[in-house]
Nanobody, 121 residues
Framework: QVQLAESGGGLVQAGGSLRLSCAAS????????MGWYRQAPGKQRESVAV???????NYADSVKGRFTISRDNAKNTVYLQMNSLKPEDTAVYYC???????????????WGQGTQVTVSS
């Protein structure tokens, strides 16, 4: 079984910073794609920052220049450094991974349980 464990959410004032972590564990051969998504109340889940299968990073326009995604491949972990936070960044942040469990095997999608980020004005 595979699990994604997120941490680092919380309450912060506007202009502040938070760092989220997501560690993937279990039966993992390789991670093809991994990143962060968020869902605010009454809105659809949206992509925030992801590593593509080619190793590139994609950011939502709303977070460019403020958020940075990074990773530690040895630990199967991705991070999201969030600076200059705004009230509109308030959401549940989810980690998602596309991974394979064996060489040449199929790709599976997993989601973390989510971590709440609340930015007060």
């Amino acid at each position: 079984q595979v699990q994604l464990a997120e941490s680092g959410g919380g309450l912060v004032q506007a202009g502040g910073s938070l760092r989220l972590s997501c560690a993937a564990s279990g039966s993992i051969f390789s991670i093809n794609r991994m990143g962060w998504y968020r869902q605010a109340p009454g809105k659809q889940r949206e992509s925030v920052a992801v590593f593509t299968s080619g190793g590139e990073t994609n950011y939502a326009d709303s977070v460019k220049g403020r958020f940075t995604i990074s990773r530690d491949n040895a630990k199967n972990t991705v991070y999201l450094q969030m600076n200059s936070l705004k009230p509109e960044d308030t959401a549940v942040y989810y980690c998602k991974a596309l991974l394979s469990k064996r060489d040449g095997g199929p790709t599976y999608q997993y989601w973390g349980q989510g971590t709440q980020v609340t930015v007060s004005s």
